[in-house]
Antibody, heavy 121, light 106 residues
Framework: QVQLQESGPGLVKPSGTLSLTCAVSGGSISSSNWWSWIRQPPGKGLEWIGE???????NYNPSLKSRVTISVDKSKNQFSLKLSSVTAADTAVYYCARTDKIYSSSWFGYWGQGTLVTVSS | SYELTQPLSVSVALGQTARITCGGNNIGSKNVHWYQQKPGQAPVLVIY???NRPSGIPERFSGSNSGNTATLTISRAQAGDEADYYC?????????FGTGTKVTVL
């Protein structure tokens, strides 16, 4: 059973960089899956941030692309998110998830528990 | 960008059938996936590729997709089905979520 666990600072200052890591257990990050970051502002819906393959290939949400970097560390079986120039609008619960893909279809079968990141001075 | 529209809320009597719609332009040509999210918890996949149930998801959950509307159906609704539900598709290398529907079991 694949398990994912997010970690990182719960408080980030405005204009700073949000950094989170997702540790994968029960499976290899080098499997034929992509790995995603998804966020949810308090009381609002889900927003996909981006995804990465173990080769390093990435896809990002166009609305966040200029500020997002997702990377992978195969030696530690984990992947990471960096979001720069954050504002209060980036306050959200951040989830990591395993992305299952078949042809032009992809879905999120496994999720981390989520971690709340607050942007405030 | 592609948009998915869901009703804000759906109410269903205990033991009856709830239908949650997800509207999008020609959504029938895409695969739709559905998630259940209870308060304070991560979303859980309940339907993938329009009508497939992951292991552990009750048969009471079913899905369909045609034209401009995909539908998640919850049969014999139980109190434990109260949650927010989100649809999701892949479009132009981007994952898109619906606006979310709060299901209340009366």
């Amino acid at each position: 059973q694949v398990q994912l666990q997010e970690s990182g600072p719960g408080l980030v200052k405005p204009s700073g960089t949000l950094s989170l890591t997702c540790a994968v257990s029960g499976g290899s990050i080098s499997s034929s899956n992509w790995w995603s970051w998804i966020r949810q502002p308090p009381g609002k819906g889900l927003e996909w941030i981006g995804e990465i393959y173990h080769s390093g290939s990435t896809n990002y949400n166009p609305s966040l692309k200029s500020r997002v970097t997702i990377s992978v560390d195969k030696s530690k079986n984990q992947f990471s998110l960096k979001l720069s120039s954050v504002t209060a609008a980036d306050t959200a619960v951040y989830y990591c998830a395993r992305t299952d893909k078949i042809y032009s279809s992809s879905w999120f079968g496994y999720w981390g528990q989520g971690t709340l990141v607050t942007v405030s001075s | 960008s592609y948009e998915l529209t869901q009703p804000l809320s759906v109410s269903v009597a205990l033991g009856q059938t709830a239908r949650i719609t997800c509207g999008g332009n020609n959504i029938g040509s895409k695969n739709v996936h559905w998630y259940q999210q209870k308060p304070g918890q991560a979303p859980v996949l309940v339907i993938y590729r329009d009508s497939n149930r992951p292991s552990g998801i009750p048969e009471r959950f079913s899905g369909s997709n045609s034209g401009n509307t995909a539908t998640l159906t919850i049969s014999r609704a139980q109190a434990g089905d109260e949650a927010d539900y989100y649809c999701q598709v892949w479009d132009s290398s981007t994952e898109v979520f619906g606006t979310g529907t709060k299901v209340t079991v009366l």
